[in-house]
């Protein structure tokens, strides 16, 4: 049952601690988006991947978030250093075009992040 | 300013009644649009996704329709079930092969015994 897996589920560091998430995409998947998600602003694109290649990362706040893709089987979130405001949890997803150009998304269960 | 507008916020219904969710938009261009179901604590999972052509769409008691024309989109759950209660997002995909999505906040749905 193929599915995105995201490390870890839960999180909770102090401020100014640096904090990795990682993603699994589905195999065979070349696109790859993490999101964050809060109650205020809901889900909000942060970065996206293609073949591994970044191709938009204009949602990610520059200073403290990076995000890479070693390779094709994983994607990491980075924040350097973490605050408060950070605290949300964090959805991986992959997918592929379609012939019709459309690329459906499937999501990872998310990490919570709380920095306190 | 791309924007995905839903209502309503919150939903209590009974038990095998039926309900409309609504979603309004301002993306364009536009490519597609999709609804999620998102469980608490899990991460979404798609129910339907249409083009601009595309009128209507069912996946089981789920039924979405579009009218591209005054930008607007509805979920219809028929008879709906316990396991129905859920945030239900309204995701819309600007340009061809775009995968910048706009999300909508979402509504989230009680079903009650």
């Known amino acids: 049952d193929a599915r995105v897996t995201q490390t870890p589920r839960d999180k909770v560091t102090e401020m100014g601690q640096e904090v990795t998430m990682r993603c699994q995409p589905i195999l065979g998947h070349n696109t790859v988006f993490w999101y964050r998600q809060t109650m205020m602003q809901g889900l909000e694109l942060l970065a996206y991947f293609r073949n591994r290649a970044p191709l938009d990362d204009s949602g990610m706040p520059k200073d403290r978030f990076s995000a890479e893709m070693p390779d094709a089987t994983l994607a990491t979130l980075k924040i350097q250093p973490s605050e408060p405001r950070d605290s949300a949890v964090y959805f991986c997803?992959?997918?592929?075009?379609?012939?019709?150009?459309?690329?459906?998304?499937?999501f990872g269960q998310g990490t919570r992040l709380t920095v306190v | 300013k791309n924007q995905v507008e839903q209502s309503p916020q919150s939903l209590i219904i009974l038990e095998g009644k039926n309900c409309t969710l609504q979603?309004?938009?301002?993306?364009?261009?536009?490519?597609?649009l999709r609804w999620y179901k998102q469980d608490t604590g899990r991460g979404p999972v798609s129910l339907t996704i249409m083009t601009f052509s595309e009128n209507t769409k069912s996946n089981g008691r789920y039924t979405a329709t579009l009218d591209a024309d005054t930008k607007q989109s509805s979920l219809h759950i028929t008879a709906s079930q316990l396991s129905d209660s859920a945030s239900y997002i309204c995701v819309v995909s600007g340009g061809f092969g775009n995968e910048k999505l706009t999300f909508g906040t979402g509504t989230r749905l009680t079903i009650i015994p």
């Open positions: 979603c309004n938009y301002t993306v364009s261009p536009f490519s597609n």
């Open positions: 997803a992959s997918g592929s075009k379609h012939r019709d150009g459309n690329t459906e998304a499937f």
